[in-house]
C-alpha cells in the first residue's frame, strides 16, 4: 500500500491483481504427423479481465477459436480477445471456444503435460501471464457434443 500526503489531503493507492482460478485444463489427443491440436478449460476470474493472448513452448503459435453455426455449416474462426466478466465463468470446450496451438512440437498423448501460458489485461491495461499445465486427454464423439451421421 502507498500512502501519498498532499497538504491535508491523503490519496491511498493499492493495486490489486485479479484472482483467476482454471479448472480442468486439457489439449485433445491427435494423430502422428497431426501439426494442431485444441486446449480446453474453464476460466473465472474474480475481476472484468481479457484474455489478450496464449503461448506455449509446445506449439510455434497459439490462438483463441470459436465455433459457430452458419448458414447451417460449423466454422472455426481466431478471435482477438475474450472478455471475463467478474464472478463468470468461462468454458473453452469442444464445439465452442477453444485454444487452437498450431505447430505443435509431437503429437499429444494421453497423459502428456503441455504448459501454456494465457496473458490477461485489465482494465487500466496492465497484463498479468498465467502458467498453466494442462493434460492430454482422449475424447469420445459424445464427449464433444456433436452428433454422430
Same mark, same amino acid.
Given at each position: ?45 474474480? /475481476? ?6 496464449? !503461448?506455449?513452448? #509446445?506449439? +510455434? *503459435? ?46 499429444? /498423448? ?6 501454456? !501460458?494465457?496473458? #490477461?489485461? +485489465? *482494465? ?26
Amino acid at each position: 500500500m502507498k500512502y501519498i500526503w498532499s497538504g491535508l489531503l491523503l490519496l491511498c493507492s493499492l493495486q490489486v491483481q485479479a484472482e483467476i482460478t482454471v479448472v480442468e485444463p486439457w489439449v485433445r489427443t491427435t494423430a502422428p504427423g497431426q501439426k494442431v491440436a485444441a486446449g480446453y478449460v474453464r476460466i473465472v476470474s474474480d /475481476k472484468d479481465v481479457i484474455l489478450v493472448s496464449a !503461448n506455449s513452448s #509446445f506449439a +510455434d *503459435k497459439v490462438e483463441l477459436h470459436e465455433m459457430a453455426v452458419e448458414n447451417g455449416v460449423m466454422k472455426m474462426r481466431p478471435i482477438k480477445q475474450l472478455e471475463l466478466k467478474a464472478n463468470t465463468p468461462v468454458e473453452l470446450k469442444p464445439g465452442g471456444l477453444h485454444l487452437m496451438l498450431l505447430g505443435i512440437k509431437s503429437p499429444v /498423448k494421453t497423459g502428456d503435460t503441455i504448459p501454456l !501460458n494465457l496473458v #490477461f489485461e +485489465d *482494465k487500466k491495461a496492465s497484463q498479468d501471464s498465467v502458467a498453466i499445465t494442462f493434460n492430454g486427454r482422449d475424447i469420445t464423439h459424445q464427449e464433444m457434443g456433436h452428433h454422430a451421421h
